[in-house]
């Protein structure tokens, strides 16, 4: 048991990850990955240490960064709901329109 779950489309967000580097470097792929799921699971005894990112939504979701992905989530959930995984230099625009599309 991971203390974790994901939005579905969350979960798209992982293989696409995975897909764009894996055309390159499938060991990194699978690093990045591992990372990303890395910082989730720290998250899940203390949930709410990630930060609100107003700017982004007015939900009540948290974020943390993992090699330079922005990880949303929504620390109240049991288990604990992963609703996002996006690159971190995407325009904050398309961010909160992501998170919109996801509520």
Do not use: C
Request: net charge negative.
């Amino acid at each position: 048991m991971t203390g974790y779950d994901f939005h579905p489309q969350a979960s798209i967000d992982l293989d696409e990850i995975w897909e764009f580097i894996a055309a390159d470097n499938l060991d990194a792929a699978d690093r990045v990955i591992e990372d990303i799921l890395g910082a989730i699971d720290v998250l899940v005894p203390f949930p709410h240490q990630g930060y609100r990112r107003r700017d982004l939504t007015s939900r009540p979701l948290r974020f943390t960064q993992a090699r330079g992905y922005l990880i949303a989530y929504a620390p109240d959930e049991k288990p604990l709901w992963v609703v996002a995984v996006i690159h971190g230099r995407r325009s904050p625009r398309v961010m909160a329109a992501i998170l919109r599309g996801r509520e």
